[in-house]
């Protein structure tokens, strides 16, 4: 009997490390997208959605962001906010391909079929699409359509749901659509994103050096400013990142600045196993943007720390500098080419002998010039002068 066992054993870790195998080598994870002969349907659906119609100078021009799963995202409260903020009728919109929340054991459900989809592919995919959000997608035929579909290391999920490809071909029928996919990360950072880029008539991302490494047209992220009140300065530094290889670095920037009675409110997210560390606070958890945003607004200095090996440009960090009105300490060598930088506000460090400790506790009003360059109009303004440039439309 324990040889039975033991050779079930054997045969069920093969076929696990099979699936593991013929999944890896095809690079997709989510959604439907996990063997090759998924991969071809998928592209096949695809086909479908080929732009079918002239661009119309006498309609207006309708942008659809798709974006992440979850409501309180960096990306849907922050990066494109003041979509939200923009009157009913906008010709902005922002979808994500979340399930309906309307009942909890139905959601627990759904989170359960993918996970195990990950591992082995399941059947009856198409059941859970009458519950996404994205099925209320644009249908009105009286605008010329830019669906701008986010990707990255997080974001795969958005552009696997057959649901959404559906409704672009439907609508490519009657009025002019284009697809765009857009990189919120570094294509080093997800190097796999690659083999989705002929799903698309053209791919921008937020990484300069990726024009010349993948050419990916280079525009930068948007950024809005949310209403927060702090009342008074607490601390002398804030991060918040997750590990990525950032923690080491971390650690000794803590310990130094500690040393010299700097005030630091420093939170690493582990994707791993908890190894505390005295004095950081150390978490398996995400927390919504408005309260990380509330943390850092009580600081004097935010710190930037960059995942190693991995190129950025105008990052997040940088921008909420910008507009809270912040002091950065960075090691981000981009830094002095970015728009609005401030040698007086913003300090670059590449090792820890180039941290000056009276500068970070130094208060003082702080002032960029800012004129907009973040904003989501300036972000589609773009866009279109790419489509127009490659003769798109």
């Not at 083999?195 to 990726?210: I, K, L, N, Q, R």
Request: aromatic letters at 16%.
């Amino acid at each position: 009997m324990h040889g039975l066992q033991s050779i079930s054993k054997k045969i069920k870790r093969k076929i696990y490390k099979t699936l593991r195998k013929y999944r890896d080598e095809v690079h997709y994870d989510y959604g439907w997208i996990n063997s090759e002969r998924s991969v071809e349907k998928f592209k096949s659906e695809i086909m479908k959605c080929e732009n079918q119609q002239d661009y119309d100078e006498n309609k207006e021009d309708c942008f659809v962001f798709i974006g992440d799963k979850n409501l309180d995202s960096t990306m849907r409260t922050v990066v494109f906010g003041d979509i939200d903020q923009k009157n009913i009728g906008s010709n902005c919109k922002f979808y994500t391909t979340r399930i309906i929340d309307r009942n909890e054991r139905l959601r627990k459900l759904h989170a359960l079929f993918w996970r195990v989809n990950r591992k082995v592919p399941l059947p009856w995919k198409h059941f859970w699409e009458k519950f996404y959000t994205t099925k209320d997608m644009p249908k009105d035929s009286n605008f010329n359509y830019y669906f701008i579909f986010l990707g990255g290391a997080y974001f795969e999920e958005t552009f696997a749901q057959r649901s959404i490809w559906n409704s672009i071909s439907k609508l490519s029928k009657k009025c002019c659509v284009r697809k765009m996919l857009y990189l919120v990360d570094p294509v080093d950072k997800f190097p796999s994103i690659k083999y989705w880029f002929s799903f698309f008539d053209f791919v921008a991302g937020c990484a300069p050096e990726d024009k010349e490494k993948y050419g990916v047209e280079y525009i930068d992220t948007p950024c809005v400013k949310l209403e927060h009140e702090v009342e008074r300065t607490e601390y002398d530094l804030y991060i918040r990142a997750i590990n990525s290889g950032r923690r080491e670095l971390i650690e000794k920037i803590y310990d130094k600045l500690s040393e010299q009675g700097i005030e630091c409110d420093f939170h690493i997210q582990e994707l791993g196993e908890i190894v505390p560390y005295k004095g950081i606070d150390i978490t398996k958890s995400r927390i919504p943007y408005d309260r990380m945003l509330f943390e850092e607004l009580k600081s004097n200095v935010l710190l930037e720390v960059i995942v190693p090996d991995v190129g950025a440009g105008t990052t997040l960090r940088y921008k909420e500098a910008v507009l809270y009105g912040k002091k950065l300490l960075t090691n981000n060598p981009s830094v002095f080419k970015l728009p609005c930088y401030n040698s007086q506000y913003m300090h670059y460090f590449e090792t820890l002998d180039d941290i000056e400790y009276e500068w970070i506790k130094r208060r003082e009003n702080v002032s960029y010039s800012y004129h907009g360059e973040f904003s989501t109009d300036v972000f589609c303004g773009k866009v279109i002068d790419i489509y127009k440039h490659r003769k798109l439309i």
